[in-house]
Nanobody
Framework: VQLVESGGGSAQAGESLRLSCAVS????????MGWFRQGPGKEREGVAA??????TYYADSVKGRFTISKDTPKNLSLQMDSLKPEDSGMYYC?????????????????????WGQGTQVTISS
């Protein structure tokens, strides 16, 4: 299984970026897919997740600004609006199946078996 992210880059505070993740194959009926980010010297943190039931989950720091969606079962997106400098970091796409996201499990990196290589997001003030 391969996950390939795209859409990272640089932006000014207040601007928007859209990340995409292409998943090579999905063999589980129940899936959880999500986005994590890791800033310099920080731990990898869960940003958002979406289950195969369509339920979405967000970190408090991005709620109301980021939107996670699945264009197809194998294409995941993260629309990031009103970006802040603290949103900067390497963003990773992650997936697991069979797996319900759960209210807390989605925040943990070890919940996910499959990972992309990451795409850098840099927001300047």
């Amino acid at each position: 299984v391969q996950l390939v992210e795209s859409g990272g880059g640089s932006a000014q505070a207040g601007e928007s970026l859209r990340l995409s993740c292409a998943v090579s194959e999905v063999t589980g009926g129940v899936t959880c897919m999500g986005w994590f980010r890791q800033g310099p010297g920080k731990e990898r943190e869960g940003v958002a997740a979406i289950g195969s039931d369509g339920r979405t989950y967000y970190a408090d720091s991005v709620k109301g600004r980021f939107t996670i969606s699945k264009d197809t079962p194998k294409n995941l997106s993260l629309q990031m609006d009103s970006l802040k400098p603290e949103d900067s970091g390497m963003y990773y796409c992650a997936a697991d199946w069979p797996r319900w996201c759960g209210d807390t499990r989605w925040r943990l990196a070890d919940t996910f078996s499959y990972w992309g290589q990451g795409t850098q997001v840099t927001i300047s003030s």
